[in-house]
């Protein structure tokens, strides 16, 4: 690896990193561009141990030894600078010691995620990032074998995403899938049963779904506020729905998907 010492935010080299608190930009740029940022040791960790491959990394010179550990052997410029070029490009004070820019790997077909799994999650338009990655984290610690999104859903990679799911979205094999009925066709194809997790007259309860679940199973979650899509809900084999008290009709999607998976894992 190559140190290079730079105290300009404005340097050429930086372009990676900077204005990250602009979501637009964010948004066009990882992408587009074919790159995504892990943030932290050790979410650059789980990013290595996966087999992703980094472009460069951002570090302060405290932080210098933990760059040299984690990149040992490996052909990669390491930009070093201070506290005040960090905030000044990012538009935050970088307290997590590392930034890497991540080169995005090729996202495997739906088909061969599914021949390889038994429990899967299906996450439809849930553009939130914090939700996105704490259900990740839920599903890696859970024991799904899976994660698929929707063409609409967030971005799992998105910088938010990756931290709140503790780099865990590198555990979990994810890809897309195509839209509703196209996705039910995909599913069903690799023999698995479609469980919609909503609030719906006639919905099955977790427990009695979990107490004969089906050999293979793909939850189905959808957003904040306006949940499933009809076509979810037509797609589906069964409407699940977690029972609830205290006049409380439902759960945040993300601890919606720890409950169900734990539910469902545990039969």
């Known amino acids: 690896m190559s140190f ?4 300009d935010a404005g340097d050429p080299r930086l372009v990676d990193y ?14 587009a561009g074919g790159l ?3 943030e932290s040791a050790k979410v650059l960790t789980r990013a290595l141990a996966a087999g ?18 984690l990149l040992a052997g490996r052909d990669v410029p390491v930009y070093v600078v201070d506290a005040a070029v960090a905030e000044g490009l990012t ?4 307290h997590r010691g590392i930034l890497a820019a991540m080169h995005r790997p090729a ?23 914090t939700n996105v990655g704490a259900i990740f984290r839920a599903a890696a610690g859970l024991g799904a074998d899976a994660v698929l999104i929707s063409p609409r859903c967030a971005d799992p990679l998105y910088r938010r995403s990756v931290r709140v799911s ?12 195509p839209e509703w009925p196209a996705a039910a066709g995909v599913l069903h194809g690799a023999g698995f049963d479609i469980a919609a997790l909503a609030l719906a007259e006639g919905a099955v309860a977790l ?25 979810a809900l037509e797609a589906a084999d069964t409407v699940v729905t977690i029972p609830m008290a205290g006049g409380v009709d439902s759960l945040n999607v993300a601890a919606a998907s720890a409950v169900a998976l734990w539910e469902l894992r545990r039969r």
Do not use: C, N
């Open 4 to 7: 290079e010492s730079i105290e």
């Open 18 to 31: 900077r204005d990250l608190t602009d979501v637009a930009l964010r948004r066009v740029m990882e992408p």
């Open 36 to 38: 995504y940022i892990a």
């Open 52 to 69: 992703h491959r980094v472009r460069s990394v951002l570090v302060q010179d405290k932080w210098r030894a933990d760059a040299e550990r």
């Open 91 to 94: 538009g935050y004070a970088v």
């Open 107 to 129: 996202l495997a077909p739906a088909a061969e995620l599914l021949a390889a799994s038994r429990l899967v999650v299906v996450l439809e338009d849930i553009v939130d990032h």
């Open 166 to 177: 503790m780099g865990t979205v590198f555990q979990v094999p994810w890809t897309r899938l």
């Open 207 to 231: 427990d009695d779904y979990a107490a004969s679940r089906p050999g293979k199973v793909a939850l189905v979650l959808g957003a904040e506020g306006d949940g499933l899509s009809r076509a």
